[in-house]
């Protein structure tokens, strides 16, 4: 593949190039155009790399674009998913070059969708091309890119649903996340659920003088801050009962294989600007923004937060949690356990409502599994040093939707890196990651048999 890639890089620009001029903006109305184009352009893109049928698929929002090429019933199917939609651009003004016109300075293209995610399916075009071009292909080999990743998905699950059939897979292929750097290189072997809540604490029915009333009534905000802060207890544990039933424990040689990702406590406080960490007691950093669940106020309000003063009691206060669930946790079950706690602790005289948002459920690849083992051998072979596997802290719901409707895992192999910027101004991909993503994708499809 290193030699198809010298031979054909400057056609690779142009037609990466092309895919990133489209403002493939999914939230934003006016762009809804720019989406049906972006889609049409990347059947045009499989098409030309030797997919025998692909299509634009309309969804109740924005399109799905869906591929293949099948050479046997008896191969093993990889479905490859990716999305072409980009987040807005916004703040404009610190972008150093135009978002969709992409430039490439100092070894990486600078564009909106350079890396997330366009930068990273255009890897699985270009190593699948290959294959067909020179007679490597022996895997059926399936596409699906949506336009709603960057506003969680909305339609895609009916879709996967109405196509289950057709979307039947041994391994759900994935490149939209990092790796730990490009000299350590990694392969993301799971990531966390959420269940998303909120907490309406009402009081009086209007706002009362503090000075008339304080002491005679309770106090939405202060009843609130009571509440979650009693949501977590001294050693880190969240209180609430049945949270951790699901929880698997990682055994202490499973811990170990975490372990050898590269950190640096000291680096880790300067670069987010904090004088100490704190967590669940008995696990390290690491661990505890991976492999444990965990439980945020994401924002709280209640009463007068204008400028200067005015003495009130405010008659509600709202709070806003999240919780990241490990593989096992079920966002249902935690929702519902969280709604009957705070209903168990709330106090009689105010009313409490909780109101449940979103959620979603987090998946786990083994890594003794034959996808993580081929991916593993051929990321190897691409950065000369074993990858280390990792687990995501965040969340990509639709994955673990698509691992429970198709019954296939999903296997993260992404080759972005901390420094590109997504969703931020000036976001970019290295060419060198470019590159040997497609090399180590290529490598994977010699390497994988289910």
């Not at 071009?133 to 998905?153: A, D, L, P, V």
């Not at 039933?245 to 987010?272: C, G, Y």
């Not at 786990?364 to 034959?370: A, D, E, R």
Request: charged content about 25%; glycine content about 8%; some cysteine.
């Amino acid at each position: 593949m290193h030699n198809y890639i010298q031979e054909n890089e400057s056609r690779f620009y142009n037609e990466l190039f092309s895919l990133l001029r489209i403002p493939s903006v999914s939230s934003e109305p006016e762009h809804k155009g720019d989406m049906t184009r972006c889609a049409k352009r990347l059947v045009e893109l499989l098409m030309e790399a030797g997919a025998d049928f692909a299509e634009i698929c309309p969804t109740a929002g924005h399109p799905v674009v869906y591929g293949e090429k099948m050479i046997s019933k008896s191969a093993p199917t990889v479905l490859i998913y990716g999305h072409y939609d980009v987040q807005p651009v916004d703040p404009i003004d610190q972008w150093k070059s135009n978002p969709f016109e992409p430039e490439i300075r100092d070894g990486a293209i600078y564009a909106r969708g350079a890396n997330d995610d366009k930068g990273q399916i255009f890897m699985h075009l270009k190593a699948f091309e290959y294959l067909v071009r020179t007679g490597r292909q022996r895997h059926n080999i399936k596409f699906i890119f949506e336009g709603e990743e960057e506003i969680s998905s909305p339609s895609l699950t009916d879709w996967i649903k109405a196509n289950k059939e057709r979307l039947a897979c041994d391994i759900i292929l994935v490149s939209d996340t990092t790796m730990i750097s490009a000299k350590v290189p990694s392969i993301n072997c799971g990531m966390r659920g959420l269940a998303y809540m909120e907490i309406v604490v009402k009081g009086p029915d209007a706002d009362l003088h503090s000075g008339h009333y304080g002491g005679s009534v309770a106090n939405p905000a202060n009843v609130l801050c009571k509440m979650v802060g009693s949501l977590i207890d001294s050693k880190g544990r969240i209180t609430i009962p049945g949270f951790y039933d699901d929880v698997v424990e990682l055994t202490q040689q499973e811990r170990q294989m975490l372990s050898r990702a590269p950190f640096n406590a000291r680096e880790f406080k300067s670069e987010i600007g904090v004088p100490g960490v704190r967590g669940e007691k008995g696990f390290t950093t690491q661990e505890r923004r991976s492999i444990r669940p965990c439980l945020d106020v994401n924002g709280i309000v209640g009463g007068f937060t204008a400028e200067g003063s005015k003495t009130i009691i405010p008659s509600e206060a709202r709070a806003k949690v999240s919780m990241r669930l490990v593989p096992n946790q079920r966002c249902g079950k935690i929702a519902e356990l969280f709604k009957a706690h705070i209903a168990a602790i709330a106090p009689k005289d105010v009313s409490v409502e909780v109101i449940e948002h979103h959620g979603c459920d987090g998946f786990l690849i083994p890594v003794t599994s034959k996808a993580y083992q081929a991916a593993a051998k051929a990321i190897g072979e691409v950065y000369g040093i074993e990858p280390v596997p990792s687990r995501g802290g965040g969340s990509i719901g639709i994955l673990a939707e698509m691992q429970q409707i198709l019954g296939a895992d999903p296997l993260l192999m992404g080759f972005g890196l901390e420094r590109d910027f997504i969703h931020s101004p000036n976001e970019s991909y290295l060419l060198s990651q470019l590159f040997k993503g497609m090399e180590s994708i290529a490598l994977f499809y010699k390497y994988y048999d289910r």
